[in-house]
């Protein structure tokens, strides 16, 4: 009974899972902070969750870190969000940490999911207001041999419009291509006149970039009631559509949008520089 309700769970439920035991066997005295933060806030992961659970402690507990956890005797903040019985760091100090510990692209993921929860809440998590200045105020307090030139470089680069993260690890590869940056989630008006939200626009180019996830095809929040092949025919014609004004138009899907070749150059075929 236990095995099959663990296998019907997705890998980010199954480490929830994994941090809440883990907790609970801990008794105490430490916030769950990190990617293991991070996975109770929600946030994507870009790749898999670690194999430990990350967490702060005391300093004077000492950084000893064992089977199960990484600590990071920096001390029990002051502030912090609790969510399903675990202490988490709050939302901007987790993707400060992330940031300053994982790849550009993970922490452009995090940071641009986490500032758009101010206006896109969810109802699974603490409701929160963070802006970019909240994120700089984390990033100060990280030693700079402890990452904080790689985590202010995230959050500056950091965009709230950034709607899912595909979307913001194009951003990312774009970024380091060096191509001219789209402008996000623009209303654009169709031949038909019928009006679309595009992912990426570049306007001196005359050109819509979509990153074109399988999310489109299985998402209920993206179907609404619609069956995957219903939603690609629709997919279909609203290429159509923004095509007949005319515009340029590029998709792509993970294995491009995780490439710098691959992205660099499709960019490029499409007069993109």
Do not use: C
Not at 159 to 173: K, V
């Amino acid at each position: 009974m236990l095995a099959r309700a663990w296998a019907g769970l997705d890998i980010d439920a199954q480490y929830r899972a994994r941090v809440l035991a883990a907790n609970l066997a801990e008794a105490g005295g430490v916030v769950t902070s990190h990617d293991s933060a991070s996975a109770m806030w929600r946030l994507p992961i870009i790749g898999h969750w670690p194999a430990k659970i990350h967490v702060v402690s005391e300093a004077a507990a000492g950084g000893r870190s064992n089977a199960v956890f990484v600590r990071h005797a920096v001390g029990i903040p002051d502030d912090f969000e609790v969510i399903e019985g675990v202490r988490v760091t709050h939302l901007a100090r987790t993707v400060a940490d992330i940031a300053a510990t994982r790849s550009f692209a993970q922490g452009v993921a995090s940071a641009d999911a986490a500032l758009r929860r101010t206006t896109h809440p969810r109802a699974d998590v603490p409701r929160t207001f963070i802006s970019l200045s909240d994120l700089r105020a984390e990033a100060e307090r990280i030693p700079l041999k402890h990452g904080f030139a790689k985590a202010s470089r995230v959050i500056e680069f950091a965009n709230g419009l950034a709607d899912r993260p595909g979307e913001s690890i194009s951003r990312a590869t774009m970024h380091q291509i060096g191509v001219t940056p789209p402008e996000l989630q623009v209303p654009m008006q169709g031949a038909s006149g019928r009006w679309y939200i595009v992912d990426f626009w570049w306007p001196d180019f005359n050109h819509i970039g979509e990153f074109d996830g399988r999310f489109k095809y299985s998402d209920p929040r993206f179907l609404q009631g619609r069956t995957p092949e219903q939603a690609l025919m629709d997919e279909k014609l609203r290429e159509d559509d923004l095509r007949a004004v005319p515009h340029g138009m590029s998709r792509w899907g993970w294995d491009v949008a995780r490439s710098i070749p691959r992205l660099r150059a499709l960019l490029a075929a499409a007069g993109i520089r």
